[in-house]
């Protein structure tokens, strides 16, 4: 049964190491062979061992036990690091392998003793000293038997020599006496051969014809000694032959050539009694090492069968485990996320089902994940929209004016904007949570009390109302808006509250009205002075020396023109408050205007201490002649406000905050009460004798119009700052 993931890059994991594993096996062989040959030689060159065959199996033997050894080695090793490092499925390996090598050594290892019993018994049966006595006797009796016929053969030869030299016969007589003499002697040949070997006399059975030219060309004929016989022997297929060549003295007679006949076989089993003692004698050598090669070939068998069960047990273990190693590593990649994993597998049984069953789930669950990505992705688009639109509503509760407040259906606070804060005095963070009533003043109490008690039960309605308040940053006037609001299930979702400041709004208001109010006035005013002034002049000409009263006369004339020259200046301040002129914006330094008007009235009022501080500061976009107006009206103030201080002074400092170019303007006079300092600023409001209340309300519209803020507020230890903050000039791309 076999698992593969589908990860080609797996696979090609698994080729290199199998190329790698095949190198291996390769140069193992190699060198098992180079080892063979390597002992071979060593045993024959050190040991004197003939048998090549006997030595190249021992080698080999040993060979392939080390292999072995080294194959059930590595398997165990390996099995072990496995269960050491606790790979999956190793444990049910091991107890598998474990119960099959059990299963396996025992019978192995009493056929392995009976082996090696069997084995010692038998070679020391086949070398014990009786079996090599009784093939050295048979040996000694055949070689006893030839030595006789030798002898025997050699006696009758010097038999016959001597009686040849004592008696010279020759021809007939020669021939009967050499048969005689066979018959006597029981020989197969009797003969007499010349001096140069040709046959004198020649008396021979059948078999000699041919076996005598067989034996005749091995004759050492040059190194005959007289007197001494000659023996050599032919195996024929009926009989084999023993014939001797007797050289007679000096050799001048010729030779005496004797043959016996000896039964078929007899040589040939001689020799091979006598080969069989040799290797008898050869294979005593080789007890010990043939005793160790069979010790190694049963020792070999019983690992090959031990292998065998411990490579069995490995393929059942794998077979078994595979799948269920498979399915683990399958159910973590799972965990971890990869739904796309599957498991080939053909088998049809119990595991295979499993399998099976698993690769459904796995397609159930990547069907199921896709599903929930596609709706998680849609639900993250959604979130970022709704995330996007409420960063963008925070954006504009953060940046908005107004302060709003939301409570829920408990009356408690939700949310609370910057503008909130500044107004209630009151961070969000310690706000959220806490009840409403624990959050405001005592003046704000009431009304959202009444807002509550009118919305409560009337969904969607709202209730407004005007108060004044004291806040932190001062008294305001604030538009107090409250609005109940649903919930998603259509049920009390609590109140929006919002606070809007309209003190700016009602200045702006009255100051519109004001400016209507001077309008009409001038215009109903300035066209009758002229007139009264003419004709006042026109009296004091023509009437004045004529009236019985003339110092008397002129005193009224003379208070009528004032009085209309006054009148006339008060009008062209309401026709310049009215009608103020159109602001040209260009970028402008801010502190040569400054310094410029410090220096108008540094001569004009000499009796003044004046003081004019300016910091490096950027550009801003202004109208120069709006602010050199801005700037004298708020000088002018500063120094009128000093007529009666003995020692008056006067302090401009030009500085940077916060991306505006500030300024402010500083006396020591007998400054203005905190409850005033908002009204200042409103038109023909004064506090000095004569004062029209114009100069300060022209200075709030003109740095309104740029975009600006001009405060009040007490110095100390006594007097009055006046601070106008403009914005600074933006560089190219938009930053300031």
């Known amino acids: ?34 080892l063979v040959v390597a002992l071979t030689w060593a045993e024959l060159r050190f040991l004197g061992v003939n048998s090549y065959l006997f030595l190249a199996l021992f080698n080999i033997n040993l060979i392939l036990l080390i292999v072995v050894l080294f194959v059930v080695g590595r398997n165990v090793v390996k099995l072990l690091l496995e269960r050491r490092r606790r790979v999956l499925g190793s444990g049910l ?85 050499l048969a005689r003499k066979r018959e006597e002697y029981g020989l197969s040949l009797c003969g007499i051969l010349g001096p140069d070997r040709f046959r004198q006399v020649w008396i021979a059975a059948p078999e000699w014809g041919k076996r005598w030219a067989e034996l005749e060309p091995e004759v050492p004929w040059a190194e005959l000694e007289p007197g001494r ?9 009926h009989a084999d032959v023993l014939g001797g060549v007797w050289a007679r003295p000096g050799g001048r007679d010729g030779f005496l050539v004797l043959g016996i006949s000896v039964e078929p076989g007899l040589m040939a089993r001689l020799d091979q009694v006598g080969q069989g003692v040799g290797e008898y004698r050869q294979l005593q050598n080789l007890k010990y090492p043939l005793k160790i090669t069979l010790y190694l070939v049963l020792a070999l068998m019983s690992l090959l069968v031990l292998l065998g069960a411990l490579w069995f ?29 599957r498991i080939q597998d053909d088998s049809r049984d119990e595991l295979g089902l499993l399998v099976h069953s698993f690769n459904r789930m796995a397609e159930d669950l990547e069907a199921s994940h896709a599903r929930v990505s596609a709706a998680n992705e849609q639900l993250a688009r959604q979130y970022m929209a709704l995330e996007a639109q409420n960063r963008y509503i925070q954006a504009i509760l953060d940046n908005v004016t107004a302060g709003v407040l939301s409570l829920d259906s408990q009356g408690r606070v939700v949310t609370l904007n910057p503008a909130a804060e500044r107004i209630l005095g009151r961070d969000a963070e310690s706000a959220r949570g806490v009840s409403v009533l624990e959050v405001l003043g005592e003046e704000q109490r009431g009304a959202i009390e009444e807002a509550r008690r009118v919305l409560r039960g009337s969904l969607g309605s709202q209730w407004q109302r005007r108060m004044q308040v004291q806040t932190p940053v001062g008294p305001l006037r604030l538009l107090v808006t409250a ?28 100051l519109d009205a004001w400016k209507e109010v001077a309008r009409r006035i001038a215009h109903e005013i300035k066209n009758p002075l002229t007139p009264i002034k003419l004709s006042a002049q026109r009296l004091e000409r023509k009437f004045g020396s ?4 003339p110092e008397v006369f002129s005193q009224c004339t003379g208070l009528i023109v004032r009085q209309v020259e006054a009148l006339q200046a008060m009008v062209t301040e309401f026709s310049a408050f009215a009608k103020l002129p159109e602001i040209q914006i260009q970028e402008m330094d801010l502190p040569p205007v400054v310094q410029e008007t410090v220096e108008v009235f540094r001569g004009s009022h000499p009796h003044i201490g004046w003081e004019c501080v300016a910091a490096p ?97 007490p110095a100390r230890p006594r007097g009055t700052i006046f601070t106008v903050e403009l914005p600074v000039a933006r560089r190219a791309g938009g930053r300031a």
């Open 93 to 177: 390996r091991a107890k598998l392998v474990g119960v099959f090598m059990l299963l396996s050594f025992v019978p192995t290892l009493v056929m392995f003793l009976l082996s090696v019993r069997f084995v010692q018994t038998s070679i020391d049966y086949w070398f014990r000293a009786q079996v090599e006595t009784s093939m050295e006797q048979a040996l000694s009796v055949g070689q006893t038997a030839y030595s006789q016929m030798r002898a025997q053969l050699e006696r009758q030869a010097a038999f016959l020599a001597q009686d040849l030299q004592n008696h010279r016969r020759e021809g007939q007589a020669l021939e009967e006496w």
């Open 617 to 713: 500061v950027r550009p801003i976009l202004g109208d120069p002649e709006a602010l050199r107006r801005v700037f004298f009206n708020l000088v002018l103030n500063a120094a009128e406000a000093l007529s009666e201080i003995e020692d008056p002074r006067v302090q401009v400092r030009i500085y940077a905050a916060r991306q505006r170019v500030c300024v402010d303007v500083a006396d020591n006079g007998p400054g203005i009460d905190p409850g005033e300092q908002e009204r200042v600023f409103e038109p023909y409001y004064s506090t000095k004798r004569g004062g029209t209340g114009l100069g300060l309300a022209i200075v709030k519209s003109l740095v309104t119009e740029h975009h600006g803020r001009v405060s009040v507020r």
């Open 229 to 237: 016989l000659w023996v050599g022997t032919k195996r024929g297929k």
């Open 483 to 510: 609005v109940s609001i649903m919930d998603a299930q259509g049920g009390d979702g609590g109140v929006v509250v919002v606070f809007e400041d309209i003190s700016e709004l009602e200045k702006m208001q009255r």
């Open 546 to 549: 004529e009236v019985d009263d």
């Open 313 to 341: 047990g490995f393929r059942l273990a794998r077979e078994i485990s595979a799948p269920v190693q498979a399915l683990a590593q399958a159910t973590e990649r799972i965990a971890q996320g990869d739904l796309s994993v």
């Open 1 to 34: 049964m076999a698992a593969v993931f589908r990860r080609p890059h797996r696979i090609s994991r698994l080729d290199s190491k199998e190329r790698s594993k095949r190198r291996r096996e390769m140069a193992l062989v190699v060198a098992a062979v180079v």
